[in-house]
């Protein structure tokens, strides 16, 4: 068995004293980074690379892979406490963790995301042990017609899980979309819908400071109205809920068991493709959760499936980018395009040799990932109690420190003014969306999936010479196709099955 | 009254001659003293990309020329003039610099409506070159340049070829290189370098377009991908297997090309002193080595030089862009 004595090696690496040490500050700054709403590891991770120049590159590479899969276990702490996503990949967290974080049963919530975090990271690096070279070919059958569809959808499923009115949800997402129009087109270059007396308007309205702002400051904004509204009296306030519970009860574990298997096996899967697949593959998780479930009406209340579910994808997404640029030397995403310079920089390049040439870096690593996962649910499960007690303090000194966070969060990630107006207008926006009973987890969604849609329907026409057609001649294309008209004539056909049962 | 009256006015007088003796003081001293704070590079790109490397790596290797220190910023978006636009209506003191390309500062002008002209800023000096590669999946049907253009000359309008996008210089060197060698290529924008490598490796183009550096990244032995021709007027160090199209009988060269510009209103005398403390950077032999080992073409130009290289593409560009009617 020469992957266990590979394996073995690896962690001969890995165990060094200096290569540890790295594990251990890539998981706390990696915690850190999610935790700071706005600054991600993408950020965090080109702010260090230049300290790793001169490093031996293996223990380079253990440190910023540490970053950003510790990132991801950082990334829901915020949701869950305050509503405000840390990470883009925590975003359908806030759905179910803030609910339960104000029953008093934040504890619970944090536990199962770090424990779903653990099973989904380590899942997610026996995965990249065994199938690494496998994979990474067959994710590369996915070209610019594959990406069309599955960005189509993607719109058209997806919304119809967070929860809320359709058509409401589908109302979001093309209003995401067109968000996500504004400033540069993808593959042309050019610049739309940014007239000149707003100039800022060319770089494009980032999503992260739409995020904050749709669920951080629209919650605070929320509880200002609150308390508003109790003349200022803190005692009607109803927000400030009891500890009911630290750590997941019985039930709490068996009913996330499922949830945490299926999320770690999904994201991992979606996490091979390009694009941002920790993020995407959250929002397959909870759809599928709720489909699933056999009480989909507690989805959004608070229910534990909820956070354990999309918490384990994003971490064995995060694994499972990291194949293409192992296995090709192929960056599917900025933050691995990050990782390979890293790489770079010492002369090594990543690809079907790697693992050949540069034994040491590769098997060095995926040890070091073992390691890293383990260190990081021993970090963040006694910060379990500290942290749910922050769920305690009052509105009145909390929402002060979250809207302060949010701001400093928009300026840090491109430096500019223009994301903290774009994080107070969709703050307001948020907060009036709650209000007309509408859930802006589509809006995002939209946001996030408008570019690849875009740039690959430019690319698909091009490819295929405009005959529309090949698109069902191409297997994968065609199954696509053939979910999404099943997708769409679903309704109907329920509606008419309905009917002739009420009929006999 | 009146005597505290003049009192008083003297000592205003006294404050206000003193305030001005500090702040000339202050002045001179600065003047003399640049680099007194923190230099900040900006990058109209990302972090990832070799713009960002390549100016994290200047910064890195500055540290003895710039004590104070250079942090790099990136500010992404509107296909690179939000980040130029930013140092262009910088305060021109010296500590704001654009790490810049050829698309932004001349070539993409003509497609891209941007806020900001050609005499918006100052150049320092030039940096080095990404000399455009053209790559291809492994295939027998072509194994060198020749056999590529026999192919695409037979098969009109099926060849496509991925670029980095259309505002790239990339692209403008496809179209110079099609026009050379007599064929008809169907240019694929996809976004940024990184995403033309898995359309090229599956199949979905038959080649892309991109710099050297990623020729030095994906066409190493053992791999898919096979770097047919350099576009450069000699093979470049860091990767000296790839033969260039002039030594295949067509005769193309281009490009991207970085330079550090700074506002155009920034002092003469702390110019100088970047170009100088910058010219010595670019001939430490470790940062050399550092960007030999990414296929990094380190070139030093002064100022005039390399306003004369950008004013030719400039031109260049323009008439490809008038050809294909994409001129705005």
């Known amino acids: ?504 | 009254m009146r005597s505290y009256d003049r009192l008083r006015r003297s000592f205003m007088l006294g404050a206000v001659l003193a305030v001005a003796a500090a702040f000339a003081l202050s002045a001179c001293s600065n003047q003399s003293e640049y680099p007194s704070k923190v230099v900040k590079i900006i990058v109209p790109f990302g972090p990832g990309g070799p713009s960002d490397l390549n100016a994290r790596m200047i910064a890195e290797h500055s540290k003895t020329e710039f004590p104070k220190g250079i942090v790099v910023t990136n500010a992404p978006g509107g296909s690179a003039t939000t980040g130029t636009f930013q140092v262009v209506s910088a305060e021109p003191d010296g500590y704001t610099w654009l790490y810049g390309g050829t698309a932004e500062l001349a070539s993409a002008l003509h497609y891209i409506p941007a806020p900001y002209t050609r005499d918006d800023y100052q150049l320092v000096l030039k940096v080095g070159n990404m000399p455009t590669v053209l790559l291809v999946k492994k295939d027998p049907r072509w194994s060198n340049l020749k056999e590529f253009v026999e192919y695409a000359r037979n098969n009109p309008g099926t060849v496509k070829v991925g670029t980095p996008g259309d505002a790239s210089v990339n692209r403008l060197v496809g179209e110079m290189f099609a026009e050379t060698a007599g064929i008809k290529l169907v240019m694929v924008p996809f976004s940024g370098n990184a995403a033309v490598i898995p359309g090229v490796l599956g199949g979905h183009v038959q080649a892309g377009l991109l710099n050297a550096p990623d020729a030095k990244a994906h066409a190493k032995e053992g791999a898919d991908i096979l770097a047919l021709a350099v576009f450069a007027k000699q093979r470049v160090a860091g990767i000296p297997d790839v033969p260039t199209a002039t030594e295949q009988g067509f005769d193309v060269t281009g490009t991207v090309s970085h330079y550090i510009a700074v506002p155009k209103a920034t002092p003469k005398k702390v110019v100088n002193v970047i170009h100088d403390r910058l010219k010595k950077v670019l001939a430490d032999p470790a940062y050399l080595k550092a960007e030999e080992a990414v296929a990094f073409q380190v070139e030093y130009q002064d100022a005039a030089v390399a306003r004369k290289e950008l004013d030719r593409w400039y031109e260049v560009a323009g008439n490809i862009y008038k050809r294909l009617g994409m001129k705005k």
């Open chain 1, 1 to 504: 068995m020469s992957v266990w004595n590979d394996l073995l090696f690896g962690f001969s690496v890995a165990l060094l004293p200096i290569n540890l040490l790295a594990a251990a500050s890539g998981a706390v700054i990696g915690t850190i980074v999610g935790v700071l709403p706005g600054l991600g590891p993408a950020g965090a991770i080109a702010v260090l690379l230049p300290i790793t120049f001169g490093i031996d590159p293996s223990t380079a590479l253990v440190l910023l892979a540490g970053i950003y899969y510790g990132s991801m276990y950082g990334g829901s702490i915020t949701s869950i406490l305050v509503k405000v996503p840390g990470e883009a990949a925590s975003v359908v967290t806030t759905l179910d963790g803030y609910q339960m974080a104000r029953q008093g049963r934040a504890g619970p919530a944090l536990a199962i995301a770090a424990i779903g975090s653990w099973v989904a990271g380590t899942f997610g690096v026996i995965g990249i042990t065994f199938l690494a070279p496998m994979l990474a070919k067959a994710a590369l059958t996915f070209g610019p017609p594959e990406y069309l569809c599955l960005a189509a959808l993607a719109l058209l499923l997806l919304p119809q899980v967070t929860g809320g009115a359709i058509w409401k949800s589908y109302a979001l997402v093309a209003v995401g979309v067109l968000i996500a129009t504004i400033g540069q087109d993808p593959t042309g270059g050019l610049i739309r819908f940014a007239p000149d007396f707003i100039p800022p308007l060319r770089q494009g309205i980032d999503f992260v400071p739409v995020v904050m702002g749709l669920y951080g400051v629209a919650e605070v904004l929320r509880s200002a109205e609150e308390w508003i509204m109790s003349s200022g009296r803190p005692e009607h306030v109803t927000s400030t809920p009891k500890l009911a519970q630290l750590w997941p009860s019985r039930e709490d574990l068996k009913r996330s068991a499922a949830p945490i298997g299926r999320g770690t096996v999904l994201g991992f899967l979606i996490g091979l493709l390009p694009g941002p697949g920790n993020i995407i593959s959250t929002y397959i998780s909870y759809g599928l959760e709720k489909k699933l479930s056999k009480h989909p009406e507690e989805f959004g209340k608070g229910a534990i499936e909820g956070v354990a579910g999309p918490e384990s994808a994003n971490n064995s997404a995060t694994a499972g980018q990291l194949i293409p640029l192992l296995a090709l030397g192929i960056p599917f995403s900025s933050i691995t395009g990050l990782l390979l310079g890293g790489i770079m920089i010492h002369g090594i390049v990543p690809g079907p040799r790697l693992i050949v040439d540069h034994p040491h870096l590769f098997w060095g690593l995926i040890a070091s990932m073992y390691i890293g996962n383990v260190m990081l649910l021993i970090l963040n499960l006694p910060m379990v109690g500290l942290f749910a007690k922050l769920s305690l303090l009052t509105p009145r000194l909390l929402t002060p420190l979250v809207l302060l966070f949010c701001i400093v969060g928009a300026f840090s990630i491109n430096n500019s003014l223009m994301d903290v107006w774009v994080l107070i207008l969709s703050g307001c926006v948020g907060y009036l969306l709650q209000k007309a009973g509408y859930e802006p987890a589509p809006l995002v969604l939209g946001m996030i999936v408008g570019p690849m849609l875009e740039a690959s329907l430019t690319q698909t026409g091009l490819i295929i010479e405009g005959n529309w057609l090949q698109l069902f001649s191409r297997p994968l294309t065609a199954i696509m196709l053939a979910l999404m008209i099943a997708v769409l004539l679903w309704p109907i056909f329920t509606r008419a099955h309905n009917r002739s049962k009420k009929l006999a």
